[in-house]
């Protein structure tokens, strides 16, 4: 392929990368019209979203990238810190770097000439790629991250894209142009239901401890991922396995890991996640109900608190009702369970696409201590164990 967008998705096939989840910037969309037809896109709508989905794909051993503007990169620091970094993810991150190169917007070079300043505290290595001679040095970024186990930011000049003619298409050809969208037709996803948005009166009445132990005593097999905080430690201590995914950081991504896991290989997934959690990143019910698959359930365990940090209450005591929120954003197949018993129900009942369990529970920590394993340990031993078809 003779444009620089074309040698892009070369170089990527080339270091096989297989997902490219992209959140778009006007710069590179002459790229972003190649991705549908060379790998899987996933399209996101925050760039934090998209950080969990890879990590997740990365756990499963596939090989995603994001493509992302640098103002995303801002969206995403808590992210790339504690979670790809702590846990050794080797996320490439294409980032289009605004802010620099003839840019009129005074508003794009604050955080542009910044970036690099950014990246350095952070200690993400990254390779500038000013023109299209220098396209080749993605291949060495690409394998630089691997090697080191770390992600490795890409930053795009303009000037790369400048006079070819996929970029300088117009935005309206390219809304048009056959082969955009997503490429993931979630499998066995229900059809769209009406939702009736009607937030129902709350009744809660085991604590999260008692809700996750209710859970365990139901798994067989899955790979489990565990909402920051006292979560991940109650389901340390109700029941350890390798198979157990505990979050130390990015809160709000949970969903978003076990939507990247699903995704990435056939085990099925089972997400506890947080009402805290999801309110952070309701975008993760979005791209659920988009890539979700049917062998991925959530539980929402909802005890209307941060309970992590002392209880303080959170929205969905009084006025958010997560299930609706999880049905607006096209998530078909939810359950309301508030015990033992509604629960086996829920997960005996016929289930077609994403399953979205709303667990309503009672505030409350358990007196349990911290996981005694650090993330790279954590991720290792998950990784062995869910490939390993003895677990
Ligand atoms: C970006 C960010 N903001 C705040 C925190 C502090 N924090 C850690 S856990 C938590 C509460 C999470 O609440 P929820 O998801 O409902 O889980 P719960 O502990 O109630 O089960 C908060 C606010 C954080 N870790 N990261």
Not at 282 to 310: E, H, K, M, Q, W
Request: aromatic residues 6%.
């Amino acid at each position: 392929m003779e444009t620089p967008e074309g040698r892009l998705v070369e170089i990527l096939q080339a270091h096989g990368i297989d997902f490219v989840a992209t959140l778009p910037c006007e710069k590179v969309k002459g790229f972003l019209s190649l991705v549908p037809q060379h790998f899987h896109e996933l399209p996101l709508t925050r760039e934090a979203d998209g950080i969990g989905i890879c990590a997740g794909l990365l756990l499963a051993g596939r090989h995603p990238a994001m493509v992302v503007q640098n103002t995303g990169l801002g969206n995403s620091i808590t992210d790339i810190a504690s979670l790809l970094q702590v846990y050794r993810l080797p996320l490439t991150l294409l980032i289009s770097w605004r802010g620099v190169y003839k840019e009129a917007i005074e508003v794009q070079r604050n955080l542009g000439t910044k970036t690099p300043r950014l990246l350095e505290a952070l200690g993400v290595p990254y390779t500038i790629v000013e023109t299209k001679e220098d396209l080749k040095k993605v291949a060495v970024a690409i394998e630089d991250g691997r090697r080191g186990r770390t992600p490795h930011a890409v930053l795009f000049s303009p000037q790369v894209w400048e006079g070819s003619p996929l970029s300088s298409l117009s935005v309206e050809t390219q809304a048009s142009s056959p082969g955009q969208g997503r490429a993931l037709p979630p499998k066995g996803r229900a059809d769209q239901q009406v939702p009736s948005f009607q937030r129902q009166p709350r009744r809660a009445d085991l604590t999260r401890y008692e809700a996750i132990r209710a859970i365990m005593d139901h798994v067989d097999g899955q790979a489990v991922v565990s909402n920051i905080g006292i979560p991940s430690k109650e389901l340390f201590a109700v029941r350890d396995r390798p198979l157990n995914f505990y979050m130390l950081g990015s809160l709000g991504l949970a969903t978003s890991i076990g939507i990247g896991l699903s995704l990435g290989q056939e085990r099925e997934v089972w997400v506890l996640d947080g009402d805290g959690s999801l309110l952070m990143n309701p975008n993760a019910l979005i791209s659920l109900g988009l890539y979700g698959r049917g062998d991925l359930t959530v539980f929402a365990i909802d005890n209307a608190s941060y309970g992590s940090t002392g209880d303080q209450a959170t929205p969905t005591l009084d006025r958010i009702d997560l299930e609706l929120l999880a049905q607006a954003c096209g998530v078909g197949n939810t359950h309301k369970v508030h015990d033992a018993s509604e629960l086996r129900a829920a997960l005996a009942a016929p289930s077609e696409g994403p399953r979205f369990v709303h667990f309503l529970a009672r505030p409350g920590n358990a007196a349990v201590p911290n996981v005694p394993l650090s993330p790279g340990a954590i991720a290792e031993r998950f990784m062995v164990a869910l490939h390993d078809k003895r677990e």
